[in-house]
């Protein structure tokens, strides 16, 4: 091999690694983004409490149907940030079995505070879920697409459970979204032993 053909080796090298290095860091942000989807799904205590938040929603009605929705998400998100700072935020697992069992009672109970109160509620335990979110942030993933993947995947759990809840207005779909409702809070006894056994 000539010394100018190892010279255009090296430069063609060197001159693609721009291109490279770019389509690593978009791989990269795709699947934070992916990640950030596949997390509030990836474990049963997440996904049940997201759903019961819709149900709840359809339960209680406008202009809950469209508040609790919004609230979850956006606390969810400040928790979300103390998770990727290090915040320590005791007792999540708890905070999340709870929320389970609290959410899925109101949909049982078809409980109907003032809306502002259930927005209260299950913003209190948005921090909890959130706080898990971003503090499993997996490592070389962009936090920010990584943060927009779980919340956009909670906002699509929270429709499910409005999809769900709309049966809410017929007789037997009113029971069968209490038996729903029983089913996340059961659910969720579960998860608090396995969370103080841990």
Known sequence: MTRMGSALRCATVVLALPALARAHEEAGQAAGFLAGCLHPVSGLDHLLAMVAVGLWGAVLGSPAIWLLPVAFPLVM???ALTGLLGFPLPGVEIGIAVSAIVLGLM???ESRPAPGIAALIVAFFAVFHGHAHGRELPEGTSALLYS????????LLH????????AYRWPAGRQAVRVAGAGVAL???VFLSRAIAA
């Open 77 to 79: 998100a400040f928790g």
């Open 107 to 109: 949909v049982l109970g």
């Open 148 to 155: 927009v993947g779980f919340v956009v995947a909670t906002g």
């Open 159 to 166: 429709a499910a459970g409005i999809l769900l809840g709309a």
């Open 187 to 189: 659910a969720g006894m």
